[in-house]
């Protein structure tokens, strides 16, 4: 028989080299999959749009790795030189500097109701249409007969308005306000006019209308519907951020192009509020929009949004609140709004004496999508139960242009600054809670001071105030400039532009894209249903939604009256012109950081970060009406944790590198085991060997060649794995299994003794006490085969160590990914290696005590036999099986013990407990399956 056949028919040398091949396959799988797939994902998700982020000198904390996703704080600190020394540096490819510039209070529209009134094609609309050149109207002789709502005769009815808010977690009625009148049809009548006759629709007679107090107006018949003036919506505070359009657009990428029509505004020069106002009021003349107005402008600013524009020069030359030095202020503006605000109308038919006789119904509307701030396209309409809007047959002549904001926006610095946080004890995966910092309460859903005729005052009873927390805090006012007058160059989406940044590595631009907070847990500590929280009126509070416009640097010195040497500019994101990941170009961006850091000003970098969920813990958030103030609870916020790259890859790195070492000691320890077994099987041979006349060199280089064929087996796997994987752990795995193996075949081969097998019959010599119980017998058998009682102990340590090493390694995955997205991303590629490298660890181990526990075997099955013929029945074998099988756990129960301690400290400190527990039942499973009942 050739050494290969002999190799193949010893079970405890195939399953020896099995395991060291499975080792050294598992450091590929380790390496080339695992930490393959680890490096992709940390490198793909670790470079956002910028690198570095540049703060005035004296606001960068060193040492600080988690940072607030709003950092922009509207006091300045860099320079135009100083932005302009960053850009002349050799590695620079794009230095974006951003800026708060204001809180910008204003007043929206004023929500109409509707009611179907139509009074039939007439010659009032034939002239319209004829004056307006409007041409896409629906032909004449297609129009309906006259339809409305109301009745002939006039009846009561009692209109009820009411605005609520909700913060995502409270409801706060902000007002509700009740008008009553009488409303009819209205009717066309012709009246006698100097050189002829004229048509009007006029109200019936009777009719009394319906008002509501002011600011409100009252109603009006038209030839499609009765307008009804209902209460203003509260006012809303929104922020406005200046960048730089063109370098912003360099960051952005693609998803930057919303800035484009502000990076083609004039400069400072053609910016003069009176004579742009002047100049677009001249060009209102008839027919001007009937051709669209989507490409029109006027010295290079846009003309799509010309009607707020138009409406707040008015209102603002009639309040006398323009100068020469007001400056247009052009503007990008948010589309849409996070603010939950919805307008509800309530109607019903009332008698004289204010019963209510039959209820019409509800209408509301939600403030959402279609809210521009600074700018309001179309009117906040809600229309009459059962009506329909006629408009429609005019075609574009029925589009409604709305007055827009009616007065012009108070430009203020309350409130607009960076949150202020205090932080925690960090957590075991190093997370950070904190907790909010109350600054004031800010008062919203008030009136204007003003009417749109300026000289009346609104009936500010009609709605109290309502009191909301700040967690802002105030910045100096800017003194001496001149009111400026936004425009409205186009719009953004603020969710587009924080996709753009990828949600991983989420690294916020500036206040245009705010992260969302999420409410986790009630004020008790309680954990809630997680409910999104939604920004308050004043934007002033924890929650808050994008900026409501962005504007250029000459926007943001008109608006604050500061000169271009003054340190205006908040941050500077720097992108470092390197290609590849943030590995590939950490030398560089180090290099580009020292340079900055050498202009006097502070430098974080950020190339590498990732996203953190922050517990936050809200004090002090809500006042009620009888002025008792209560706390929000704990929410959840996205933050910025820097280092997490690094952190993330060594962490789950270096437990893969323990695992593996520990699957390497487990193989070492089951080699030395089939070691054993090999050179107690080959003795017999070796005896007969021996007779034949072979010499003891002979012997052992018979037997050496044997071993060296799994050698061989483990060679040609080895050469084959480092050729695939060409990596240095798989070359160290590769060297120490050789090793490991080679060393064991030369020790076997130097103890192998040709010597007579010993007697292991059943002891009774004179004077050895006899044996009447299986416990005794037990305790004995092992007593006198003390190798091999100490193998299956150690096996059964090894077990259970390794069984503990499993529970940590499960326990410890989280805290070895850290608390950020980057952390979970990455533990999603690797758990399951790191996992399966326990296992085999654990499969390890069994092998191991399996292959020791046949040490002896034979010798066993001989001692059954004799036991049975001395008549010893199943029950008392059974107890036999079961006695040895206890005191060798309780032998190895130590090991376990310490075995599961030692690796736990190695792995995870803080599962030490759990994984001595886990060991324990290793223990206590190995046991139930060497004595469940056989055959």
């Known amino acids: 028989m050739n050494a290969a056949s002999r190799f193949l028919r010893s079970r405890s040398l195939v399953i020896t080299v099995a395991v060291l091949v499975a080792a050294m396959l598992l450091s590929v799988f380790t390496q080339d999959r695992a930490q393959s797939a680890l490096g992709q994902a940390v490198d793909t998700n670790s470079r956002g749009l910028y690198d570095i982020l540049v703060l005035p000198k004296g606001e960068g904390t060193e040492g600080q790795t988690l940072k607030q996703p709003d950092y922009i704080s509207g006091t300045g600190g860099i320079t135009q030189d100083q932005l302009e020394q960053i850009r002349s540096l050799d590695s ?208 290079g600013h846009p003309f799509a949004f010309w009607s707020p524009f138009v409406m707040q020069y008015q209102a603002a030359m009639e309040a006398g609140t323009l100068t020469d030095e007001s400056q247009v202020i052009p503007m990008v503006v948010r589309s849409g709004t996070a603010l939950d605000l919805t307008y509800s109308v309530h109607i019903e038919e009332i008698d004289d004496a204010g019963n209510t006789v039959a209820d019409v119904g509800t209408v509301s509307k939600a403030l959402g999508e279609e809210y521009l701030p600074f700018a309001s396209t179309k009117p906040f309409q809600l229309r009459w139960p059962g009506g329909e809007d006629y408009n429609k047959l005019l075609g574009s002549g029925g589009v409604q242009v709305v007055a827009g904001l009616h007065q012009p926006a108070q430009w203020s610095t309350d409130f607009v600054s960076t949150p202020e946080y205090v932080a925690g004890e960090a957590n075991p995966d190093g997370s950070v809670g904190q907790t909010a910092t109350p600054q004031g309460w800010v008062q919203v859903n008030k009136l204007p001071e003003k009417t749109q005729q300026w000289q009346l005052e609104p009936d500010q009873s009609q709605r109290a105030p309502v009191n909301e927390q700040s967690y802002r805090t105030s910045l100096e006012e800017s003194g001496g400039a001149a009111a400026p007058l936004p425009f409205v160059y186009g719009t953004f989406d603020a969710n587009a532009v924080r996709d753009a940044a990828g949600d991983v590595n989420y690294l916020p631009l500036g206040g245009y894209d705010p992260t969302p907070v999420t409410l986790t847990e009630d004020a008790e500590g309680n954990a809630v249903d997680p409910v999104e929280m939604k920004p308050g009126l004043s934007g002033a509070g924890l929650s808050v939604q994008s900026a409501g416009a962005i504007t250029d640097y000459n926007g943001l010195a008109a608006v604050r009256g500061t000169s271009p040497d003054d340190a205006v500019i908040d941050a500077v994101r720097v992108k470092v012109d390197a290609a590849g990941s943030w590995a590939d170009a950490a030398g560089r961006i180090d290099a580009t950081a020292a340079a900055i850091k050498d202009l006097g000003l502070d430098v974080q970098i950020v190339a590498g970060s990732a996203r953190e969920d922050v517990s936050i813990y809200v004090p002090e958030y809500r006042q009620d009406a009888s002025g008792a103030v209560s706390d929000l609870g704990t929410v959840s916020q996205s933050w910025v944790r820097q280092g997490a790259a690094s952190a993330v890859q060594t962490s789950l790195s270096q437990a893969s590198s323990v695992l593996l070492m520990l699957t390497l000691g487990g193989a070492a320890l089951l080699t030395a085991a089939s070691t054993v077994a090999f050179t107690r099987a080959r003795r017999a041979e070796a005896v007969t060997l021996r007779a034949m006349g072979w010499t003891r060199p002979k012997i052992r280089s018979w037997f050496l060649s044997e071993l060296l064929i799994g050698a061989a087996a483990l060679l040609a796997v080895a050469v084959i794995v480092n050729a695939f994987s060409r990596t240095m752990t798989t070359l160290l795995v590769s060297a120490v299994v050789m090793v490991i193996y080679l060393a064991a075949a030369f020790i076997s081969t130097a103890l192998l003794k040709p010597h007579p097998p010993a007697d292991t019959g059943p002891q009774g010599a004179t004077g050895v006490p006899l044996v009447d119980s299986p416990v005794k017998f037990a305790a004995r058998q092992l007593s006198t085969n003390r190798f091999n009682t100490g193998a299956v102990a150690v096996g059964v340590g090894v077990l259970g160590a390794a069984a503990g090493t499993l529970v940590a390694v499960i326990l410890d995955l989280p805290r070895a990914a850290g608390s950020t997205a980057l952390g979970s991303l990455a533990l999603s590629e690797v758990g399951g290696v790191n996992i399966a490298l326990a296992l085999l660890g654990v499969v390890t181990a069994l092998v191991l005590t399996l292959i020791t526990s046949r040490f002896d075997l034979a010798r066993k099955r001989e001692q059954w036999d004799i036991l049975e013929a001395m008549g010893w029945g199943p029950g008392l074998l059974l107890a036999l099986r079961r006695s040895e099988a206890g005191i060798l756990a309780l032998m190895g129960l130590p090991l376990a013990i310490l075995g599961a301690v030692a690796a736990s400290l190695a792995v995870a400190p803080h599962a030490v407990f759990r994984a001595v527990v886990a060991g324990v039942l290793a223990v206590i499973l190995w046991f139930i399956l060497m004595t469940r009942t056989r055959k």
Request: proline fraction near 8%; aromatic fraction near 6%; charge should be negative.
């Open 92 to 299: 620079i490819g794009v230095a974006a500097p951003i800026s708060l510039v204001s809180k910008v209070v204003q007043d929206i529209e004023f929500p109409q109701l509707k009611a179907t009134d139509y009074v039939g094609y007439n010659e009032n609309i034939a002239t319209y249409l004829e004056q307006q050149n409007i041409t896409d109207a629906v032909p004449a002789s297609e129009w309906p007969e006259p339809d409305s709502v109301l009745s002939e005769e006039p009846k009561n009815y009692r209109i009820t308005a009411k605005a609520v808010t909700s913060d995502g977690v409270n409801e706060t009625v902000l007002f509700e306000t009740a008008a009553e009148g009488s409303l009819g049809q209205a009717k066309l009548e012709e009246f006698d006019v100097p050189g002829g006759t004229s048509l009007r629709t006029v109200a019936p007679e009777g009719e009394t209308g319906i008002k509501f107090p002011d600011p409100a107006g009252g109603s009006a018949h038209g030839d499609f519907d009765v307008t009804i003036a209902l209460p203003m919506l509260p006012q809303i505070s929104e922020t406005v951020v200046a960048v730089d359009p063109a370098a912003e657009q360099a960051l952005l990428g693609e998803a930057g192009s919303f800035l484009e029509p502000l990076a083609e505004a004039p400069g400072a020069a053609g910016r003069g509020a009176m004579e742009l106002g002047e100049e677009f009021s001249s060009q209102m003349t008839p027919g001007l929009f009937s051709g669209g107005t989507e490409s029109a402008d006027i010295d």
